[in-house]
């Protein structure tokens, strides 16, 4: 499901903006911290990090509403 929007992924999202904004890593490196903030798997993070960084203005959109 990569590439697209999955809108029940939103919380996720939400927390991958806050690594963006934190400044902490480079976002191609975010999902380790993605999987250790919301107790997932790397595998899933990587998952989730992939639609984001796809869909990034999309998703920006998304949360604004």
Same mark, same amino acid.
């Given at each position: ?6 809108? *029940?992924? &939103?919380?996720?999202? #939400?927390?991958? %903006? ?19 903030? *919301?107790? &997932?798997?790397?595998? #899933?993070?990587? %998952? ?18």
């Amino acid at each position: 499901m990569a590439n697209q929007i999955n809108k *029940e992924h &939103i919380n996720y999202y #939400k927390t991958l %903006e806050a690594i963006r904004r934190s400044g902490v890593c480079n976002m191609w490196g975010a999902a380790p911290y993605l999987a250790d903030m *919301e107790n &997932i798997s790397e595998e #899933k993070a990587e %998952e989730v990090l992939l639609e984001w960084i796809t869909n990034y203005n999309e998703i920006q959109k998304l949360m604004e509403d």
